[in-house]
T-cell receptor, first 114, second 112 residues
Framework: KAGVTQTPRYLIKTRGQQVTLSCSPI?????VSWYQQTPGQGLQFLFE???????NKGNFPGRFSGRQFSNSRSEMNVSTLELGDSALYLC?????????????FGNGTRLTVT | EDKVVQSPLSLVVHEGDTVTLNCSYE??????LLWYKQEKKAPTFLFML????IEKKSGRLSSILDKKELFSILNITATQTGDSAIYLC????????????FGTGTRLQVTL
């Protein structure tokens, strides 16, 4: 079974630009979550999508948004990029996002904002 | 606020040694605790421990959960250089299973 696939692997953007990251979950998984990983803050939850609806949201500004499509694939968008947005963005999928369904992570997208 | 604390922060051992990694947690309405291994990019799922499954084993790796004392340990026996990684412990947020609170991780380096 293929794992969680994220594209692109690397991105370099300039302050003020916007960026879209993509995630394809494991086949049969309907819940997709996004995390930001930085050396200083570790892994932090951005949001979760289930059945094309945002089900949960972390403490990030509105510049961070996402969506999920009917095939469970998800995209994350960051607008008006800031230097502090440089991070590894990880997507994770689970069967249904419930407590007995562990998250499985993709390889991430490394975003560098200059 | 949920809290997960791991120790030690880093560890260097020789191949063949046995290591024990620690994770303590403070989570309202505890449901489960998860262990991940992160080598370069993706955290790879290792174990999930719950009230009904407080001990897990897979090959040289094993983990136990002590719900009374609110901690978990991850044991790796006969370590190999391929075990070098950051080991992360995480607990789901109350009411939001997909929102994991992660510890800072333990960086394990296995040398020849």
């Amino acid at each position: 079974k293929a794992g969680v696939t994220q594209t692109p692997r690397y991105l370099i953007k300039t302050r003020g630009q916007q960026v879209t990251l993509s995630c394809s979950p494991i086949s049969g998984h309907r819940s997709v979550s996004w995390y930001q990983q930085t050396p200083g803050q570790g892994l932090q939850f951005l949001f979760e999508y289930f059945s094309e609806t945002q089900r949960n949201k972390g403490n990030f500004p509105g510049r961070f948004s996402g969506r999920q499509f009917s095939n469970s694939r998800s995209e994350m968008n960051v607008s008006t990029l800031e230097l502090g947005d440089s991070a590894l963005y990880l997507c994770a999928s689970s069967i249904d996002g419930e407590y007995n369904s562990p998250l499985h992570f993709g390889n991430g997208t490394r975003l560098t904002v200059t | 606020e949920d809290k997960v604390v791991q120790s030690p922060l880093s560890l260097v051992v020789h191949e063949g040694d046995t290591v024990t990694l620690n994770c303590s947690y403070e989570v309202t309405n505890f449901r489960s605790l998860l262990w991940y291994k992160q080598e370069k990019k993706a955290p790879t799922f290792l174990f999930m421990l719950t009230s009904s499954g407080i001990e897990k084993k897979s090959g040289r790796l094993s983990s136990i959960l002590d719900k009374k004392e609110l901690f978990s340990i991850l044991n790796i026996t006969a370590t190999q250089t391929g075990d070098s990684a950051i080991y992360l412990c995480a607990a789901p947020n109350t009411g939001t299973a997909s929102k994991l609170t992660f510890g800072t991780g333990t960086r394990l380096q296995v040398t020849l």
